[in-house]
């Protein structure tokens, strides 16, 4: 099987623009490809791993990646997806987060002169006045066609500011740089990255003509990467700092029935033989799944020591004995909360995030039975947790089988 042939197989590819000359590409190593991450945070989380995963297949088969990070696109924020402006960072800010991607990109992504590269669009971006942008740039984009973008129609609804509407050309002159500069030829993304991904292809050949062309070839990575990354509470980093590899597992061990397959053949680097296998598995079969998913997606980021003690926490906190993790969830009892030394569970459980609100609190205890402190169900809506009876290690509240919190007292 072609590499390609694998990513279709692995469900990654959702479109092209020309799939003979990118087969042609990637299939023999002649690909120096790029995907560009905007520094919005001090981390990459889990939207960006599918991204990560990409690069490193095409790396090992042979082809060449190029990380963009856009130092100077992330002054203005990418409108696609959005239905509001993104926050605005000060420059010191964005070169930070810059300088926390590269340091997590490069334990996944092997760099060097002849293997991969980081680039920052800041380079040139930064430099360019927007007299010369417009002439270089913009004189070769109808307002509107890009009107008409994907990226731009949700936010047309509530006002897109002309600060967003400056960001499809910029995309376009990035790619246009990289071409000129370092050999690239073709280009990763999102679906919601179509119309930009199409807007740089178009740049190079109206400014470099037909003959070059050849190259300049999209492919676009499945929808999926964008519904990860997310939780009901805050995004999931790679950052150990602000997903802990236990949180990290627990993320992917608590995945939809429905997606653990598609999420096994997307992100792992197992067999797809291996993996077809696994298709019929049902009932147990299924956690067994999601657990092999759990811990090699860990072990891609966290290490196989850290995969391995988040596997082993997590058998032990499920199964009822053991301690907990030291990295599990953790929430601090505050004086606010407290009286007469005592804390009523609903405030504790709202406080420490595992409901939205006391009567939620209220008919996960009495309705549920969902609720447990230490193995042992709480069944009372109106129980009390002593302060002073809680150990220094802490007490670890549970909702339902997936999801917990050790509480400490400060």
């Known amino acids: 099987m072609t590499i390609y042939d694998e990513l279709v197989a692995r469900g990654l590819i959702a479109q092209v623009t020309d799939e003979d000359e990118i087969k042609d590409l990637i299939n023999n190593g002649k690909a120096t490809f790029y995907i560009g991450f905007d520094p919005t945070a001090d981390s990459l989380h889990v939207g960006h791993f599918m991204a990560l995963c990409l690069m490193k297949r095409l790396q090992m088969a042979g082809n060449k990646p190029i990380a963009l990070i856009g130092g100077g696109t992330g002054m203005i924020g990418d409108p696609s997806g959005r239905s509001d402006l993104r926050q605005m960072l000060t420059k010191e800010d964005i070169e930070h987060n810059c300088d926390c991607f590269k340091k997590q990109m490069s334990k996944f992504i092997e760099f060097g002169d002849d293997k991969a590269i980081m680039v920052n669009n800041a380079d040139w971006l930064m430099d360019m006045n927007y007299i010369e942008l417009l002439r270089e740039v913009g004189v070769h984009f109808t307002v509107n066609r890009m009107l008409t973008a994907e990226c731009y129609k949700q ?16 995309q376009a002159y990035d790619f246009y740089r990289l071409y000129q500069d370092y050999g690239c030829n073709l280009e990763f993304g999102g679906d919601d990255q179509w119309s930009n991904m199409l807007a740089g292809t178009e740049l190079i050949r109206r400014k470099l003509g037909k003959n070059a062309c050849a190259m300049t070839i999209n492919l676009l990575l499945n929808s999926e990467g964008k519904k990860m990354g997310k939780t009901a509470k805050g995004a999931v980093w790679l950052d150990a700092e602000k997903t802990s590899p236990f949180e990290f597992f627990q993320y992917w061990r608590n995945v939809d029935d429905a997606d653990v397959i598609k999420c096994i053949k997307m992100l792992t680097f197992l067999p797809l033989e291996e993996i077809e296998s696994m298709e019929c598995w049902k009932g147990q079969q299924l956690n067994d799944a999601k657990e092999i998913l759990a811990y090699e997606l860990t072990k891609m980021i966290h290490g196989e020591e850290e995969a391995d003690k988040a596997k082993e926490a997590a058998k032990s906190l499920f199964s009822g004995g053991g301690a907990a993790p030291v990295d599990m969830p ?49 069944t009372d809506p109106k129980h009390m947790v002593t302060v002073a009876d809680i150990p220094s290690d802490g007490i670890v509240i549970k909702k339902g089988k997936k999801h917990f919190r050790k509480i400490l007292k400060a």
Do not use: H, P, W
């Open 155 to 170: 936010r047309m609804e509530k006002g897109l500011s002309f600060l967003e509407f400056n960001y499809m050309i910029m």
């Open 330 to 378: 953790t929430f601090i009892i505050t004086d606010d909360l407290i009286t007469d030394g005592q804390v009523g569970l609903l405030n504790l459980l709202t406080a420490c995030g595992l409901t939205n609100s006391n009567g939620d609190a209220r008919r996960a205890i009495a309705n549920d039975g969902a609720i447990s402190i230490d193995g042992e169900k709480v």
